[in-house]
C-alpha cells in the first residue's frame, strides 16, 4: 500500500541536533562577554567538540558513538538547502523543529542560559526564513525568570516563530503549572501562538546510558513522563481560564493517553467536592480535546487508539534526523501503519491538517 501523490506529509516533531548545527553559531551571535562560556567547537584529539561552559558536550557534525545510527547526516540538518532536499527525498513537505537549548545543552546557569537560548532563537528564525512554509523551527524560552520568559516570546513572536518550547527540568524554577507562571501563560494566550513541551526526562529512577540495559529502558518510559505536566495544565486552570491557548506535548506519544485523561476525569468526580482553590468546571477530558495535543512516531496500539484521544488532538512525526526516524521511507511507514484503518480524513488530520492549523502553514 501507498500514500496517494497528493497526500502531504507535515511532520510535527523533527530535531536540530547540536551535532549537526553550524560551528559558528553562537559565537556569531551571542555578546562579546558571553562567547569565552557559550558554545562553541574545538579541536581535540577525538575530532571537533562543542565545549559550553569549558566543559566538553558532544561532537560537532557526527552523532555521539553509542547511540542508534543508521545513516550519518553531519551537518546537512543545520543547512536549509540540504534539509530541504532530505526532507524531499522523505515525501515531506514541512516540519516542525525542536532545538537542542533544552533537551542537550541544558545549562544550568540562568544568565548564560538566556543568553544562548536567545542567540539560538535569532538563528533559528533566519534558518526558517529559507521556506517559511517548509521549515518551523520552535525557539527555547528560558524558564528561570517569568518576566524574563515573556519578554523573550514576545521578541520570538515579533521575528515570525509560529510556536515556543519552555522547559521545566532546566534550573531551579517552578513547574510551568504553578501560579508564579500565570503571567507567562496570559501572555502566551494574548500572543497566540502554541507553547509546546518536549520529552527529556522526568523519570526518578532509570537514567539513561549510552551501551547499557538503561538505554532502552528510560527511553521506553520517558513520553509517560509527561503525564505530570498535562494533569498538572488541566486541573490548574490554566488551559480552562484560557481557551485560544494551544499546549503541544512533543514526542509524548499515545497508547498512554486515553487511561490518563479518563483517569483524570474520574479523579475530578471523586475528588472535585474537597477542592478549595480552584476547581475546574469542564471535565478534563473536554479541556483536552478542546486545546491539547501530542505528537506520536511509530506506535501501533496508540495509533489504533486515536479515535478515543481525538483525531483533531493528534500529528504524526518521522523524528528526522534521529536514528530511529522513519527517514527516508516516512510515506511507506505511513502508508502500513494502522493509521490508514481509520480512514482519509482522519489520515489527513493527522499527518497533515493538523499541524498546519496549528502553525498556519499554507499549502
Not at 62 to 85: A, C, N, V, Y
Not at 139 to 165: T, V, Y
Not at 168 to 194: C, H, K, L
Not at 229 to 241: A, R, T
Request: hydrophobic share 40%; net charge negative.
Amino acid at each position: 500500500m501507498s500514500l496517494p501523490n497528493d497526500q502531504i506529509l507535515i511532520s510535527a516533531d523533527d530535531h536540530m541536533d547540536i551535532h549537526a548545527m553550524p560551528p559558528e553559531t553562537w559565537q556569531e551571535r551571542l555578546p562579546k562577554a558571553w562567547r569565552e562560556r557559550g558554545p562553541r567547537v574545538e579541536e581535540t584529539d577525538d575530532g571537533p567538540w562543542w565545549i559550553v561552559d569549558g566543559e566538553r558536550l558532544a561532537p560537532s557534525g557526527r552523532k555521539p558513538s553509542g547511540l542508534i545510527q543508521t545513516r550519518q547526516h553531519g551537518f546537512r540538518p543545520g543547512q536549509p538547502d540540504s534539509r530541504l532536499e532530505d526532507m524531499d527525498e522523505d515525501g515531506v513537505h514541512a516540519q516542525v523543529i525542536y532545538g537542542p537549548t533544552s533537551t542537550q545543552l541544558r545549562i544550568q546557569d540562568e544568565e548564560l542560559y538566556a543568553q544562548v537560548s536567545s542567540a539560538y532563537n535569532d538563528w533559528a528564525a533566519e534558518f526558517q526564513k529559507a521556506a517559511p512554509n517548509r521549515l518551523v523551527l520552535l525557539p527555547d524560552i528560558p524558564s528561570f525568570d517569568i518576566p524574563a520568559a515573556i519578554q523573550e516570546l514576545e521578541r520570538c513572536a515579533k521575528l515570525g516563530h509560529k510556536g515556543a518550547i519552555v522547559s521545566d527540568t532546566i534550573g531551579r524554577g517552578d513547574p510551568v503549572f504553578e501560579d508564579s507562571w500565570t503571567p507567562f501563560w496570559d501572555a502566551a494566550a494574548e500572543i497566540g501562538i502554541p507553547i509546546h513541551v518536549h520529552l527529556s526526562g522526568g523519570a526518578h529512577s532509570l537514567r539513561m546510558k549510552p551501551g547499557s540495559w538503561r538505554s532502552p529502558a528510560f527511553v521506553a518510559i520517558v513520553p509517560m513522563q509527561m503525564d505530570e505536566v498535562l494533569s498538572g495544565m488541566i486541573f490548574s486552570g490554566i488551559l480552562e481560564k484560557r481557551p485560544n491557548l494551544t499546549f503541544v506535548m512533543g514526542e509524548a506519544g499515545l497508547g498512554w493517553i486515553p487511561y490518563v485523561v479518563e483517569r483524570l476525569d474520574h479523579e475530578l468526580h471523586k475528588y472535585g467536592p474537597l477542592v478549595n482553590d480552584h476547581k475546574i468546571d469542564m471535565l478534563p477530558s473536554e479541556i483536552f480535546a478542546r486545546q491539547v495535543i501530542t505528537t506520536y512516531e511509530e506506535e501501533a496500539l496508540g495509533v489504533e487508539l486515536i479515535p478515543r484521544i481525538g483525531a483533531d488532538n493528534v500529528m504524526w512525526a518521522s523524528d528526522y534526523p534521529h536514528g530511529d526516524s522513519t527517514w527516508p521511507h516516512s510515506r511507506k511507514v505511513v502508508a502500513e501503519s494502522p493509521l490508514a484503518q481509520h480512514g482519509d480524513e482522519v489520515l489527513r488530520k493527522v499527518t497533515c491538517e493538523n499541524a498546519a492549523r496549528v502553525y498556519g502553514l499554507e499549502f
